[in-house]
């Protein structure tokens, strides 16, 4: 079996090569050694150096080395390697931030502890004597007999009647019945104001009294006073008709006023009886009668005459607190100014008035009493108040509607009748002024009002009307703990509620931080720009006040979008900063790089302008720079198209910066031509769109930090032809060092990682894969040496080499670098392995070069038969120890299928080993004894070339690897040796 091996190292067992010369024997008289040489050979291990188009083998420092190497393709960094990819941006300016006005902060202050007052309040007290002397009245009853009447009706004697019919009868003498109409003895008499006699009538009787004919048929009473019955000498009051008949068995209430007559304590009546006539005939009996009673009701007097005892009076009134802001239950009196004035106009002395205000207290915190004494008939007194610092206090705790007072008179009138009419009084007015109050626990219902105004006017322009996109109110208040029943109001005159379409109100009773959506509402102003509005406080809660407190409302008017206005516009600017990014890979990260091409091109069409004035473009770009190190600027107007060319600009002006510029910033600003005289509609929606396309930037220079940014190289495939190795050496050898060096130049300014992988097979589809995954540095040539998998696969034995997916990842992502145009990474891999192996036990065979024999040869091996010997001499110097068997044939095709001769069992010995290396060789001397047959392949006459073949079973290394040297070599001798007589004959 013939393999080819990688290395060609298997060529150091070429000691199986024959190469012999037979000579003519020469037949002197004497016996003399004849040798024939059959082998002769001796293989240096640095002869198999060589160099061929698939592998070197070549000695260093006495080493044989084996190598396959091959170049990579120079890669160099191009345009598409320093490029990021153009792209198109697309900026707007829209007119929401123009149509806007800033936040504004305001506050107000709504005094409500100024409000703490009460009104002026008047309590008037009279105290007249009527109301205070009168207290009893009068009444009498009566049984009125009618025998009379009826006997003098029918003019017949006074005596009973039975079944007489009564005729009308209108003229019967009156009759007199005392009564009293009030039983107090210190009364001479009185001037009745109001008062009535209340008489009640029972006809207990079978006839009707009185007439339906007219009054003067009416039965009627006259009353008379300061006189009696008897003596009928009293003084006419009046006197009163029965409308009405009262018939038999009814009774008939009837109510007579006395108001303005003047009574005595005696009085009496005049009843004039009449009747219409029975009709039918009755029965009047001696008893028969009508009953009438008097009762004299409710009397009020002008005027008396009357005895005056000394009395007191002791009243409770009061001072109305009522309010309709304010319910006090605390207060402290900041100032009040009060006055009681004080009037006698009784006939007698006062001899003691005295106020005691139940609630109201001296900053001593004693009730105010107030105490007069002697006060004259006529007399008037005054009294100042002055109520400064006093305070007022609810007794039960809830709040007051009035100061109360206690009012306490005695009087002390003269002996005898007095004079006494109905303005005869005691006449007591008290006032209290104002009443401000330095502090207040109470109820309060009380509203305090505060205008305030919010300028905004803005310098771009001025607001005719204008409809809020966005925008709202909050309020934050302070000052006092408003409850939930309280509210604040604010009323806007310049904006207007979307829904009601009235001016905007906004009531509060949520009082923490209030915020109210402007969005929809709609501003109408004038030139002043100017948002009036009104702030209300109702308070409607029981709270402790002082006269300083305030309420204090920030209101803050946040930023307002509009969605249009309409007004009158100046020049005015919209800024914008935009960025796009410039490398949306991720693999550069820039500091600072210089251009190499790339256009700038910005457009804005007429369909993307829809403002009704011109304007100017401002567009900058802080971080791109000119030659001059300025940044690029440059202005265009709208609608427009710009080209710009950035060839030789730079992305920053600083090669040193460790600042990364990963977004292209550009700004913009919009300046609009001044439009403030006419009225115009400018809507929020509206935008200014322009699209700006950027090239692909191709750089000259980047530095920065690069991310793994990837460079193909070519890959390479290498096939190998061993062929011309020594054959039969397959399975002999087993490389033990063996090592891939590559060698990379990176001519860029970054490590880079380099990546790629091989793979090796044979003949027989055998593969050995390896990844190469190793830093290169930067700046440098860097060599890497690799030994994983590398010694499998040249113990592949590999016909093809396969590198593929070779990458060069240029940077790590965070270490900074630079990188140019042209810059390049190239370099090649070398496998290298100095010939050190474990040889292994293997069948060798070999053939070598046929011996020629001529007549002469054969006759003298033929005549010496019994003394011809082989001797076979090995120096071995090789760490290899083999069986030995040797081949001899006529057929050179089968040598070692048919072969004449065959000589075995030949152990060579190795060479000692030591440290890894051959040391002394083996001595080996094999002598054998050929018989008769066995020279049978060297005397055929016919085929006088003899083929020998070698078979060598090689015994390998017992697993010890050995290194192989230049001058290791095998010594192989072999020969026929006998002893000849010679005859030297003469010719």
């Known amino acids: 079996m013939r393999r080819i091996f990688m290395t060609g190292m298997s060529l150091i067992l070429l000691f199986l090569m024959i190469s012999c010369t037979i000579k003519d024997f020469e037949a002197p008289e004497f016996d003399t050694k004849i040798t024939l040489p ?111 009447f009826a006997s003098a009706a029918i003019e017949e004697p006074v005596e009973p009647i039975y079944g007489e019919i009564i005729p009308p009868f209108y003229d019967f003498e009156a009759f007199n019945q005392d009564f009293t109409l009030f039983e107090n003895e210190n009364f001479e008499y009185v001037v009745i104001d109001t008062g009535s006699v209340h008489i009640t009538f029972f006809n207990n009787t079978e006839l009707p009294l009185s007439s339906d004919l007219g009054p003067d048929y009416q039965m009627h009473f006259e009353f008379y006073t300061n006189g009696s019955a008897a003596a009928d000498d009293g003084t006419y009051l009046f006197t009163h008709y029965i409308e009405n008949v009262i018939e038999p068995g009814e009774t008939i209430d009837i109510s007579i006023p006395f108001d303005g007559n003047t009574v005595y304590m005696t009085n009496y009546l005049k009843c004039f009886l009449t009747t219409d006539g029975s009709g039918d005939p009755i029965d009047v009996l001696e008893d028969d009668s009508f009953e009438v009673s008097y009762a004299i009701g409710n009397m009020t007097i002008l005027e008396a005459n009357a005895v005056i005892e000394s009395a007191s009076v002791n009243n409770e009134n009061g001072i109305s607190l009522i309010d309709d802001e304010i319910q006090i239950t605390y207060a402290i009196i900041d100032s009040c100014i009060g006055n009681i004035i004080l009037e006698n106009n009784l006939p007698f002395l006062i001899d003691t008035l005295r106020l005691n205000f139940h609630e109201l207290y001296s900053p001593q915190e004693d009730n105010l009493i107030i105490l007069e004494n002697g006060i004259m008939p006529g007399e008037t007194r005054e009294i100042p108040l002055d109520l400064q610092n006093y305070f007022i206090e609810s007794n039960s705790g809830n709040p007051l509607d009035s100061l109360s007072f206690n009012l306490y008179a005695v009087t002390d009138p003269p002996d005898g009748y007095s004079l006494v009419n109905q303005n005869d009084m005691v006449f007591l007015d008290i006032t209290l002024g104002e009443m401000l109050l330095n502090q207040f626990t109470g109820f309060i219902n009380q509203i305090s009002e505060e205008s305030n105004t919010i300028d905004i006017a803005e310098d771009d322009f001025e607001i005719q009307s204008a409809l809020i996109g966005e925008g709202h109110l909050e309020f934050v208040f302070w000052g006092i703990d408003l409850q939930e029943a309280s509210s604040i109001t604010i009323l806007f005159d310049e904006i207007f509620d979307p829904e009601l379409n009235e001016q905007l109100e906004i009531i509060i009773t949520d009082f923490d931080d209030y915020q109210f959506d402007l969005t929809g509402c709609t501003i109408n102003l004038t030139e002043d720009q100017i948002l009036n509005y009104h702030t209300a406080v109702h308070l409607d809660q029981s709270i402790t006040l002082t006269n300083s407190d305030i309420v204090t409302a920030e209101i803050t008017l946040s930023e307002l979008y509009f969605d249009y206005v309409t007004g009158r516009f100046g020049s005015f600017e919209i800024e914008e900063d935009n960025s796009t990014e410039i490398d949306s890979t991720g693999e550069f990260n820039l500091f600072y790089a210089e251009i190499n091409n790339c256009d700038l091109q910005i457009n804005i069409t007429e369909e993307n302008y829809p403002l009704p004035f011109g304007a100017t473009i401002e567009l900058k770009f802080p971080d791109v720079y000119d030659n001059n190190n300025q940044p690029l600027e440059f202005n265009f107007t709208c609608p427009g198209d710009t080209l710009i060319d950035l060839s030789g600009f730079k992305l920053g002006n600083d090669a040193d910066s460790q600042t990364i510029i990963d977004s292209l910033i550009y700004s913009y600003t919009i300046i609009t031509d001044d439009s403030s005289d006419e009225i115009l509609t400018l809507y929020a929606d509206q935008t200014v769109e322009a699209s700006i396309l950027i090239s692909d930037i191709v750089f000259d220079l980047i530095v920065g930090i690069l991310d793994n940014k990837s460079v193909e190289l070519e890959d390479i495939t290498k096939d190998i032809d061993l062929s011309d190795l020594p054959d039969s050496l397959a399975g002999l050898l087993e490389f033990q060092i063996v090592e891939m060096h590559l060698n990379i130049m990176n001519q860029t300014g970054f490590d880079c990682r380099l990546m790629m992988n091989i793979a090796a097979s044979n003949d027989e589809a055998e593969t050995v894969e390896i990844t190469i995954d190793e830093t290169i540095f930067a700046e440098t040539e860097t060599e890497i040496v690799i030994t994983d998998n590398i010694s499998e696969m040249l113990n592949l034995f590999p016909t093809e080499i396969n590198i593929t997916n070779i990458t060069a990842y240029i940077g790590d992502g965070i270490t900074p670098g630079s990188i140019t145009l042209n810059d390049s990474i190239s370099g090649g891999y070398e496998v290298v392995s100095p010939m050190q192996f474990i040889i292994n036990d293997h069948l060798l065979t070999d053939t070598a070069d046929a011996v020629e024999l001529d007549d002469d040869d054969q006759d003298t091996i033929e005549d010496n038969l019994s003394s011809v010997k082989f001797t076979i001499e090995a120096v071995n110097k090789l760490p290899i120890g083999a069986e030995l068997t040797i081949y001899f044939a006529n057929d050179s095709t089968l040598v070692f299928e048919n072969p004449g001769l065959i000589i075995d069992s030949l152990y060579v010995l190795p060479a000692s080993i030591g440290d890894g290396l051959t040391g002394e060789p083996s001595q080996n001397q094999f002598i054998i004894e050929l018989t008769e047959n066995d020279f049978e392949v060297f005397l055929d006459r016919e085929n006088q070339n003899v083929y020998p073949g070698i078979e060598l079973q090689i015994l390998g290394t017992d697993g010890d690897v050995v290194t192989i040297l230049g001058n290791d070599n095998i010594h192989i001798v072999g020969y026929l040796e006998t002893v000849v007589h010679i005859i030297d004959q003469e010719d």
Do not use: P, Q, W
Request: glycine residues 4%; without cysteine.
């Open 38 to 148: 059959l082998l002769n050979e001796k293989y240096y291990m640095a002869d198999i150096a060589d160099t061929t188009n698939d592998y070197v083998i070549y000695v260093e420092n006495d080493t044989l080395l084996f190598s396959i190497s091959e170049d990579f393709e120079t890669e160099y960094v191009g345009e598409d390697d320093l490029m990021i990819e153009g792209k198109t941006e697309e900026f707007d300016a829209d007119l929401s931030d123009e149509l806007m006005i800033d936040s504004r902060e305001e506050s107000t202050v709504v005094e409500v502890g100024d409000d703490l007052s009460i009104a002026e309040r008047n309590t008037i007290i009279e105290r007249y004597m009527n109301r205070i002397e009168v207290e009893e009245s009068g009444n009498a009853y009566a049984n009125i007999v009618i025998l009379e």
